[in-house]
């Protein structure tokens, strides 16, 4: 089965610091991988997402992320935040025949001015 | 193309009552998914169809909810005799193809139960 954990629930950065928010899954066949931001009584937003390829992935508002099949990983990373970032992060999971995505739980980012 | 939408936003309920919440999927998406999205907490897969097949209902609670994505018109979560636990955000998104894509999600309907 298929299954998606984001370690951190609430991380807090200084604005203009750098980001790294975790994602770990667990698929048995090459996974598809995505994160979404949420912003407060919004819905989902796609940022980016990882099919085949390069492993480093460019994605919208300045956010990358890099998937390390030897860690089973997908983390999303930002050089620098910006106060605007601050919103609900979750990562996903699928591929084909795989049915539904499956979603963490979420690592809510705050940024401190 | 219009993203999906989801009607209505906001859906205050008295304990009891019945609960329709729609979501017309972008233009050309025949996969639509339903979550829930607890206060504070995540987004939790409820069920997962096409066009007039349910694929996945694994996360759909056992009894009073039901959905249907029929051949013509939207997709319609139904939740009967609600009660205050079911206070909630209730997101549709929607998808061209099966997991592999992704999904892009409608703005929730707020579910209030009193």
């Known amino acids: 089965a298929q299954s998606v954990t984001q370690p951190d629930i609430h991380i807090t950065v200084s604005e203009g610091a750098s980001l790294e928010l975790r994602c770990n899954y667990s698929?048995?066949?090459?996974?598809?991988l995505f994160w979404y931001v949420q912003s407060p009584g919004q819905g989902l937003q796609l940022l980016l997402k990882?099919?085949?390829?390069?492993?480093l992935v460019q994605g919208i508002k300045g956010f990358e992320a890099e998937f390390k099949r030897s860690q089973s990983s997908f983390n999303l990373r930002k050089p620098s935040v910006h106060w605007s970032d601050a919103a609900e992060y979750f990562c996903?999971?699928?591929?084909?025949?795989?049915?539904?995505?499956?979603f963490g739980d979420g690592t809510t980012l705050t940024v401190k001015p | 193309n219009a993203g999906v939408m989801q009607n209505p936003r906001h859906l205050v309920r008295r304990r009891g009552q019945e609960a329709r919440l729609r979501c017309s999927p972008m233009k050309g998406h025949s996969h639509v998914y339903w979550y829930r999205q607890l206060p504070e907490e995540g987004l939790k897969f409820m069920v997962y169809l096409q066009k007039e097949n349910i694929i996945d209902e694994s996360g759909m609670p056992k009894e009073r909810f039901s959905a249907e994505f029929p051949k013509e018109g939207p997709s319609i979560l139904r939740i009967q005799q609600v009660v205050r636990g079911d206070s909630a955000a209730y997101f549709c998104?929607?998808?061209?193809?099966?997991?592999?894509?992704?999904?892009?999600f409608g703005p929730g309907t707020r579910l209030t139960v009193t």
């Open positions: 990882y099919f085949s390829g390069d492993t």
């Open positions: 996903a999971v699928g591929g084909t025949n795989a049915g539904k995505s499956t």
């Open positions: 998104a929607s998808s061209p193809g099966d997991s592999s894509y992704e999904q892009y």
């Open positions: 698929y048995g066949a090459t996974p598809y």
